[in-house]
Structure formats: C-alpha cells, structure tokens
C-alpha cells in the first residue's frame, strides 16, 4: 500500500477557512497527488481531486452519505436527515419526489414567472438611484420560486422570508454568531413552511396538484406513509433555498458580462445556444460549491491508497471545475469551451457530478440553467445600465463567496426594442 500524502498540520479547519476553494488545489500542486489527508474539523479526512476521483466518489457502493454532512451544516444549509444525508432505495425514493419537479414543465412554469416578475421591475429600476444585483435577484426569486411552488408570500414577508433563504446558504462553513444566525435563518423558515404543509393538510389551503407544496404535503414514503410535517417542511426549502440561491451565480453572470463586453452583442443576437454557453462557463468558472463529502462505506484501495470504513472523503468541486487536464486554460473564461463539450458527468462538476436520478449530484441543474438564462437574456435585451465605481472583487478564500458590491447598476432603463 502506498503511503497517502498527509498533510503536518494538527488540525486544517482553520487553514480550510483561510485559504477556502484553493484549500485542496493548493495540496494537491504542493504533494503532486490527487489525493492527501489532513485534519479537518477534529478527524482524519481524505481530499481527492481529478475526473477518476469523481468518477470514484459517485461509485454508491463505495460511499455513502448518513453521517457525512456535520451537523453544523446540518443545522443551517441541509436541514437535518434530509435527501442530502440518505442513502440506497429510501434516498433514490426520495430523489424521484424531487426530479419528479424539474421537468421541462415545471421549468417554464418558473421562468414564465420570472419574466413576468422581471419586466415588472423596471419601472421601479428606472426610478431607484441604485439597484443591487443580488439583493434584487433574491427578492425576485424567492417570490417567484413561492409562486411557482404554491407557497403563500406576502409583499410584506418577502424580504424577510429572502433574507432568511439567502442566511441559510452563507452561513453553512461559518462558526460563532454568524453560525447562530444561520440557524435563526433555518427555523423560521422551518416553522412558516411546516404551518403551510399543516394548512394543506388540513383543508385550510387550496393548492394546485401540479405544484412543489402538493408534491411534498403528499408524498409517500417506501413504507406508504406521508412525512412528518417538519420533514415535509425541509424538504420544501430544499427547492426553495436553492432556487434563492441562483442569486448568486447571476451575480457572476452580469459580472462576467462587465469584464467581457465583447460577447454582449453575441449574447444579443442569439438564439440561445450562445447563452447557453456563457452560463454553462460562469458555472464552470465562478466560485460556488467549494467541496462535497461522504463517507466510505467498506474498507477499499484506490491507486493503491487504504480508504477505511466511516472516513470522511472531501472532493474537490472547485478544484476540478479548474483542472488544466480537463480544462484549458482553465483560469480564462471562454463560452467557446462548452461548444462542443461532451457531457462528461465527472468533469464538469458545479452541482455535483455522476446520475442524478442514481446518486445525489443536484437535481436543480436544469433549473439553475434555465433561471440564469432567462436573467442574462433580460439584462442584454431588456434594459440598459450603467456600473458606477465599485467593489466587485471577491475571495476565494471566503466559503461561499461573492462580489463584495453585489453588482450595483445605476441609470437603469428600459431598451426600446422593436
Ligand atoms: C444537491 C449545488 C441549485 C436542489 C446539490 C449538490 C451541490 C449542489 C454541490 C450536492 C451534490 C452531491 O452531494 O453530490 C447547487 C448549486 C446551485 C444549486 C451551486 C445553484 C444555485 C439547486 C436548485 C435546486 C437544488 C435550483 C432545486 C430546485 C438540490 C437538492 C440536492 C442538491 C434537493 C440534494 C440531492 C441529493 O442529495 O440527492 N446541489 N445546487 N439545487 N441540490 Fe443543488
């Protein structure tokens, strides 16, 4: 057996923290390995990095995942005992509950409304002084997103209702107030939605069959029952959250516009192929998901490398997404690269990688694409804008991480077309 490359230090947490998406990258480069082990949140952890480690990490009967997201991340990001942490026939019957609601129907169904909601806003833009980006997406989308869902929102909850989805997913690597923030976040969330389900359950609250809050009021587990309200609950915000979250990467989407502006016009003029591309690279090339772990499930070796049962496995999202032998020039941002892209599931690894009907990539990656389409085609075609001075600098050694300004726009208005 091969010795695996270990890194000295007592205990990582706290260099993860400072050196946040290159943590692993860093490792690997220094030990010219594609994996190494370290400790990591007080045990011993095994980095992996490269196509053949996703490949490895997608492999069911290798890893599981019960045990493997801490509960602090539990208890922000996740929820607890949700989809995330399942595994064999109750997660894939999971699973199916939540692919059941990313059909090409239920997409448009969104994206409908988020145009809707879009065009709505402009007059409002054209009055503001500034308009933050992101702030104005995560209102956007949770209204949306609770729209589209069944979920009753009022005007004067949303922004609470936003801010709180919002915590959840900037709180997860955090420790201290921030982490207890992340918490608050979650259990009003928790509570707001689990009197939702309640309400349908109990006849108070009509909803439409075709929707998210239908689906998760009834659904029935392997054994036939339906879930505890609570669980119904978290698994709600776990299409909510994200779908909030999208926020982020448009954030990225219009800063990657402002630092190529020769491919406004393409993006113009396009018939959404191009645009696809574009989002498909902000995906690649935008830091989001730094990592993701499981545990192994029974002793294995890989490239000669002792895997023990119950160790906690880390690979590299971020890492991978920047692989020179998958990539070139992996550190520029070119559209073009997605031209003729093959589809491989284990190297382009955003939202996680491999079958996401078998296994637990993401199933919101059609979502994702489809919402960043519609939000990118609305600020090249719909409005104009000017980018006043700002922070648009963001560190890769903050988990998650964002332009520090949001993306301020000033001047917006409305683009006469046609
Ligand atoms: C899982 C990223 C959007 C729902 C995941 C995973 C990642 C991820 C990295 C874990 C993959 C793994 O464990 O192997 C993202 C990013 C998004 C996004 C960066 C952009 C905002 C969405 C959307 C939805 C969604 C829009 C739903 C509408 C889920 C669910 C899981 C998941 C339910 C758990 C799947 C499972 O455990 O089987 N996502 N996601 N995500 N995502 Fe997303």
Known sequence: TNEIPHDKSLDNSLTLLQEGYLFISNRMERYKSDIFEARLLGQK??????????????????????????????????GENAIQSM??????????????????????????????????????????????????????????????????????????RADDFITMVYTFGTVGPDHWKGRRARNRAEQWIKGVIEDVRAGRLMVEEESALYAMAYHKQLDGKPLDAHMAAVELINVLRPIVAIATFITYAALALHEHPEYKEKLQNDNSKFTEMFVQEVRRYYPFGPFVGARVRKDFHWKNCEFKTGRLVLLDIYGINHDERIWKNPNQFQPERFKDWNSNPFTFIPQGGGDPAKGHRCPGEGITVEVMKTILDFLVNSIEYDIPNQD???????????????FIMSNVRRKNNL
């Open 45 to 78: 952890a095994i980095c992996i990095s490269g196509e053949e480690a996703a490949q490895l990490f997608y492999d069911n009967e290798r890893f599981q995942r019960f045990g493997a997201a801490p509960k602090r991340v539990q208890k922000t990001l996740f």
């Open 392 to 406: 648009l600098n963001y560190s890769l050694s903050e988990m998650p991480t964002i332009p520090k300004s949001g």
């Open 87 to 160: 595994d064999d026939e109750p997660h894939i019957h999971r699973k199916k509950l939540f692919m059941s609601l990313m059909t090409p129907s239920y997409q448009n169904q969104l994206t409908d409304r988020l145009t809707d909601e879009l065009n709505a806003s402009i007059s409002k833009w054209e009055n503001a002084d500034k308009v933050i980006l992101l702030g104005e997406s995560k209102d956007i989308l949770t209204k949306v997103a609770c729209d589209w869902a069944g979920v009753p929102l009022s005007d004067t909850e949303l922004t609470q």
